[in-house]
């Protein structure tokens, strides 16, 4: 049984762009074929598990750091380099 689901509907989105190893590359798209979805999805839908599973995030979230983060305006982008 797959740990993701199937995408029902496309919700807003911004982008990001992220540099990956090549076999973690390959198998989100064999993740996402197997899922019959794009590879957005599931990078998107995979972090929101990491979020609810993390109880140290989200203890961290309840706390002093999350008041002070700024959320992204609409159509604003960021990058990252995962290494």
């Given at each position: 049984m797959a740990l993701l689901k199937a995408p029902s509907k496309q919700p807003k989105t911004t982008?990001?762009?992220?540099?990956?190893?090549?076999?973690?590359?390959?198998?989100l798209d064999r993740y996402a074929e197997f899922l019959d979805a794009n590879p957005s999805y599931v990078v998107s839908e995979a972090l929101k598990l990491l979020y609810r599973k993390d109880r140290e995030f989200q203890s961290w979230l309840s706390g002093q750091h999350y008041k002070d983060h700024k959320r992204l305006s609409k159509g604003e982008s960021i990058q990252l380099e995962l290494k």
């Open positions: 982008t990001l762009q992220v540099r990956l190893e090549e076999e973690v590359r390959l198998n």
